[in-house]
């Protein structure tokens, strides 16, 4: 545990939501490959360039392996203007037709719609603000109104409440929370304050119900 938490605060202080990592995915089936960014290939759509973004604005490059070229498919669908929804509970990328309506439960075969839900953090949350690279995440605010942005959301983790309890209680002294309120256990989790002495936050975490195994964070966040 020792070695885990140097490593957390490395990560934090590093700002390891940049690339909004701090775990592995869940399920997930993963193979290391070597491949190559290809920045000499660029995407035209009807006739305009096109700049293939991710949830953050960050810019992203085609991948090339083995001499096909690869692009991020939610950039390509949101460029297409098609539907495009992640399965989060059968690990599926629904596109086009049926995309927005819940998949049906996996082996059971009970017919029940499946939650359909996203991967992609809330565009108004800080960039450093640590959101777990399992994390299912079920946007219900993001807004920009009179110029002050808000972001409200919950995500799922494998991640254990203490782990991730620690990691916000690090970026809490990192960002100096003021009038903080922080309960950090391993059934409950519990911070509230405002980043930097102006910014709002309300970080809780609990056991999920509705996944075993999971637990379940609500974060408000705001500008001011």
Request: hydrophobic content about 40%; glycine content about 10%.
């Amino acid at each position: 545990m020792k070695m885990n938490r140097k490593w957390l605060i490395a990560a934090v202080a590093a700002g390891m939501a940049l690339t909004g990592s701090a775990g592995v995915y869940a399920g997930a089936k993963l193979q290391e490959i070597k491949a190559y960014l290809n920045n000499s290939i660029g995407v035209v759509v009807d006739g305009t360039p096109y700049w293939l973004r991710d949830g953050n604005g960050k810019t992203l490059r085609p991948i090339t392996y083995e001499g096909l070229t690869y692009l991020p498919v939610r950039s390509v669908a949101e460029a297409l203007d098609v539907p495009i929804t992640y399965d989060a509970v059968n690990y599926k990328v629904r596109i086009g037709t049926g995309a927005d309506v819940g998949a049906s439960a996996g082996s059971g075969g009970s017919g029940t719609a499946a939650p359909v839900e996203s991967t992609v953090r809330p565009v108004n949350l800080p960039l450093d603000f640590p959101i777990p690279g399992d994390a299912i995440i079920s946007t219900t605010l993001d807004t920009d109104a009179d110029g002050v942005k808000k972001a409200a959301f919950s995500y799922s983790t494998q991640e254990s409440l203490e782990t991730m309890g620690f990691v916000y209680s690090e970026y809490a002294k990192i960002k100096r929370l003021d009038n903080a309120s922080q309960t950090v256990s391993a059934t409950t989790v519990k911070i509230t304050g405002r980043l930097g002495g102006t910014s709002p936050v309300s970080i809780t975490g609990k056991p999920s119900t509705a996944r075993p195994g999971f637990n379940i964070f609500t974060i408000t966040w705001s500008e001011s």
